[in-house]
């Protein structure tokens, strides 16, 4: 098949250009001042892989660092990684602003937020050690803490996550949800970045696992692959619009397990040391302790026989 003639090639360019400003007419997103609107995909990728190298640098940095040389990269990198990432800010910053019709956003505001984002590393680093420990303990097929990390792709969407909930809960919603869909198409996992994850997360194979915005988990939790924390049912106002930010994902307290292909729909909790198993389907919290099961969809309070369990399915 030839490639388009010139005139048909024109009139193609006219109909997208004319599509474009239907878009823009109807969402009011009018052209400023011809520069980058918002942030960049690629360049938040790129920021990624240079934090994630500056939290682990003899695995995730470059091949040939040597151990002297690490505090030399780290700072190096981060400070590349920290630069672009204020210009990422400050595109948001400033698109928030103009869709409200607010004043542009105080010089400094972006510097002021990445410093905030930058201080929390550490703490990222130690909440990142534990859900490497929680893998190598949790699989007998992992050999050593640097297989878990070199190779695991739950522990990659936790890294990702783990940063873009930072940047979440700073204010830059759309860089973190970029982030968290780079990760979701590297490694099939799609954790929303305003979910909030404890320490010791372990996330095995972890392929079609999703976890909704306002989901909650503490510390300990063992998800398997195909595991949904979604929503069972979304509020409407008035106009029969979706009414955004309310909670509506499960809270999964410490040490409960959730095995493959479990889907737990609502803002139900499920009780301390629970144990969901493969394929189950559940719409009501479960207390401490419960053990549910596909062949029934009921709760097992410990000590009491399975004629007491009332069914979680209805």
Same mark, same amino acid.
């Given at each position: 098949?030839?490639?388009?003639?010139?005139?048909?090639?024109?009139?193609?360019?006219?109909?997208?250009?004319?599509?474009?400003?239907?878009?823009?007419?109807?969402?009011?997103?009018?052209?400023?001042?011809?520069?980058?609107?918002?942030?960049?995909?690629? !360049?938040?990728?790129?920021?990624?892989?240079?934090?994630?190298?500056?939290?682990?640098?003899?695995?995730?940095?470059?091949?040939? =660092?040597?151990?002297?040389? @690490?505090?030399?990269?780290?700072?190096?990198?981060?400070?590349?990684?920290?630069?672009?990432?204020?210009?990422?800010?400050?595109?948001? =910053?400033?698109? @928030?602003?103009?869709?409200?019709?607010?004043?542009?956003?105080?010089?400094?505001?972006?510097?002021?937020?990445?410093?905030?984002?930058?201080?929390?590393?550490?703490?990222?680093?130690?909440?990142?050690?534990?859900?490497?420990?929680?893998?190598?303990?949790?699989?007998?097929?992992?050999?050593?803490?640097? @297989?878990? =990390?070199?190779?695991?792709?739950?522990?990659?969407?936790?890294?990702?996550?783990? =940063?873009?909930?930072? !940047?979440?809960? !700073?204010?830059?919603?759309?860089?973190?949800?970029?982030?968290? @869909?780079?990760?979701?198409?590297?490694?099939?996992?799609?954790?929303?970045?305003?979910?909030?994850?404890?320490?010791?997360?372990?996330?095995?194979?972890?392929?079609?696992?999703?976890?909704?915005?306002?989901?909650?988990?503490?510390?300990?939790?063992?998800?398997?692959?195909?595991?949904?924390?979604?929503?069972?049912?979304?509020?409407?106002?008035?106009?029969?619009?979706?009414?955004?930010?309310?909670?509506?994902?499960?809270?999964?307290?410490?040490?409960?397990?959730?095995?493959?292909?479990?889907?737990?729909?609502?803002?139900?909790?499920?009780?301390?040391?629970?144990?969901?198993?493969?394929?189950?389907?559940?719409?009501?919290?479960?207390?401490?302790?419960?053990?549910?099961?596909?062949?029934?969809?009921?709760?097992?309070?410990?000590?009491?026989?399975?004629?007491?369990?009332?069914?979680?399915?209805?």
């Amino acid at each position: 098949m030839s490639a388009p003639a010139p005139d048909e090639l024109t009139d193609i360019v006219d109909g997208l250009r004319a599509a474009r400003r239907r878009w823009r007419d109807a969402h009011r997103r009018w052209d400023t001042d011809g520069r980058r609107e918002l942030p960049s995909r690629e !360049l938040l990728a790129a920021v990624v892989e240079q934090l994630a190298g500056a939290l682990f640098p003899m695995r995730l940095g470059p091949p040939d =660092l040597q151990p002297d040389g @690490e505090d030399h990269y780290v700072g190096h990198t981060l400070g590349m990684a920290l630069a672009r990432l204020r210009q990422q800010v400050r595109l948001e =910053l400033g698109h @928030e602003a103009r869709l409200r019709g607010a004043e542009p956003p105080a010089e400094g505001a972006a510097a002021a937020l990445v410093s905030a984002f930058s201080r929390r590393l550490p703490a990222v680093r130690e909440l990142l050690d534990s859900d490497v420990t929680a893998a190598f303990q949790g699989d007998p097929a992992a050999r050593s803490v640097d @297989e878990v =990390l070199l190779c695991y792709p739950g522990l990659h969407a936790l890294i990702s996550h783990r =940063l873009a909930h930072e !940047l979440y809960r !700073l204010g830059v919603p759309l860089i973190a949800r970029v982030i968290a @869909e780079l990760a979701h198409a590297q490694t099939g996992i799609d954790i929303h970045p305003g979910a909030e994850i404890g320490a010791g997360c372990f996330i095995d194979h972890g392929t079609g696992v999703v976890i909704g915005e306002t989901a909650v988990l503490g510390r300990g939790v063992r998800l398997y692959q195909n595991v949904t924390l979604g929503a069972k049912s979304f509020q409407t106002d008035g106009d029969g619009n979706l009414v955004k930010g309310q909670p509506r994902h499960p809270i999964v307290e410490d040490g409960v397990v959730i095995y493959a292909g479990a889907t737990v729909l609502g803002r139900i909790t499920l009780g301390r040391g629970s144990v969901i198993g493969g394929n189950v389907w559940l719409t009501r919290s479960v207390p401490p302790g419960s053990r549910i099961s596909q062949a029934d969809s009921q709760a097992h309070p410990p000590g009491e026989p399975p004629s007491a369990f009332q069914s979680l399915t209805a």
